[in-house]
């Protein structure tokens, strides 16, 4: 409630905002997204400045909140109030949900002139297109399946690489448990629960596991020994985070990170631009490696048109679209971001060793199917069946529930929410 009537108060106060800006002939756009942390903020920054250097207008509507839930929050009061915004940070099934209700303008044209088909990953093109026309643009490819952790305080508790299975990852945080130091930073919010979780579960059951019980949702994957096992994993993490992890941004968490207090994060490579934007070197100050399990979990961002009238605002859609998809954007936007381009013709020679890692490991996963899309980011299944899995899972983290009964639940709760 008190989201929704945040939502209804942006919409107005945006709405004035909007009334008193001085029409511009290279288009006006106002942007609503999530990007608000130090790594996030560089990114949309620069955004804004591309943009603004093209003689656009933009109007900001940050909406704080990792992972989006509040953002789409939001979204929704805007649309219900007849006042979308110009361009939505939105993706995955998302955009086809809002694409069936008719409040989607479409950018086709620009598509086609600038040949999009040819530079997106057909994985990503699907996602942006609706009847056929692109609705939205990508802007970059985030891996969710990651582990931060800084190596000095690794080398403190005598760990001397990155775990490769989560035995090993159990043992190494055992081993910082001992020497006194936080094993894992987290922050107690379903989303980053779920992103834990999910990460789990490829490393436990493989790409193809991971596709059955998170993707397509089948009933005997959800309750099987696998994701019971998944579950105990689940339950061994939550004795590796602090006592003050409820409620924690995700950004704070790498803090913990960042300043020696915790040795581990799980996380979206989203966390490595909030070390950059702190000033830290991958490899020195901090490590990234893959969490256990052999696939990619991908979650890409992209921005949505909504249906907006006057030429000012349909030429800024236009504008920004095209903005979205320049190389130059997509490499400036994405070392700031820590995520790669969308685009597959974007050199990466100023990337870094953890933007290569996810580079390489995405073409093996193409190649030997084991990419799968993120469930905790939207991209896997519809928002009603994602809530019942982040109901579920933090739930599950915060009580003492057993994964016997955690499978079961869970099972029922997808099903419920897949009734029409
Ligand atoms: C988005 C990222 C964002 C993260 C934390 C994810 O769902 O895809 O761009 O940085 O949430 O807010």
Request: glycine residues 10%; neutral net charge; charged residues 20%.
């Amino acid at each position: 409630m008190k989201l929704f009537i945040q939502g209804v108060a942006i919409a107005f106060g945006l709405g004035l905002a909007m009334a008193s800006t001085t029409a511009r002939a290279d288009g006006t756009v106002e942007v609503l997204h999530w990007w608000t942390s130090g790594g996030e903020a560089k990114a949309v920054g620069e955004l804004k400045k591309s943009f603004e250097t093209q003689g656009g207008t933009w109007i900001d509507s940050p909406i704080a909140g990792g992972g989006g839930d509040a953002a789409m929050t939001a979204l929704r009061a805007r649309v219900v109030a007849g006042n979308p915004p110009t361009a939505v940070q939105l993706k995955g099934p998302g955009i086809q949900e809002w694409a069936k209700e008719g409040v989607l303008n479409n950018v086709n044209d620009v598509a086609t002139k600038e040949g999009w088909d040819a530079v997106l990953p057909p994985v990503l093109a699907g996602i942006m297109k609706y009847e056929g026309k692109y609705v939205a643009a990508p802007v970059n490819i985030h891996r969710v399946d990651w582990f931060w952790a800084n190596p000095a305080v690794l080398a403190k508790a005598g760990i001397t690489g990155m775990p490769t299975t989560w035995d090993e990852f159990n043992a190494d945080a055992e081993k910082l448990k001992a020497a006194g130091i936080t094993p894992l930073a987290h922050g107690g919010q379903p989303w980053q629960d779920a992103t834990v979780f999910e990460t789990v579960v490829l490393g436990v059951g493989g790409a193809d596991f991971y596709r059955k019980a998170l993707v397509d949702l089948d009933q005997k994957a959800l309750t099987s020994d696998t994701m019971v096992k998944s579950f105990d994993e689940l339950r061994k993490l939550r004795s590796y985070v602090d006592p003050n992890f409820s409620g924690r941004d995700w950004n704070l968490a790498t803090a913990m990170v960042m300043n020696g207090q915790a040795g581990f994060q799980i996380m979206g490579d989203w966390a490595k631009g909030e070390f950059l934007a702190a000033g830290k070197k991958p490899g020195v100050d901090f490590v990234c490696a893959p969490t256990p399990g052999k696939g990619f979990i991908l979650n890409s961002d992209s921005f949505t048109f909504f249906k907006v009238s006057g030429q000012e605002r349909l030429k800024g859609q236009t504008v920004l679209a095209s903005l979205i998809m320049s190389p130059a954007f997509q490499e400036t936007f994405n070392l700031a971001k820590g995520s790669i381009p969308a685009r597959t013709d974007v050199p990466l020679d100023k990337f870094d060793s953890c933007a290569l890692k996810s580079h390489e490991d995405l073409l093996a996963a193409v190649k030997d199917n084991s990419l799968v899309p993120s469930m905790a980011h939207e991209m896997a299944v519809s928002r009603s069946v994602r809530g019942e899995f982040l109901d579920l899972v933090t739930n599950f983290f915060n009580s003492d529930m057993s994964s016997a009964d955690a499978v079961k639940a869970l099972a029922k709760a997808v099903k419920r929410a897949q009734q029409p």
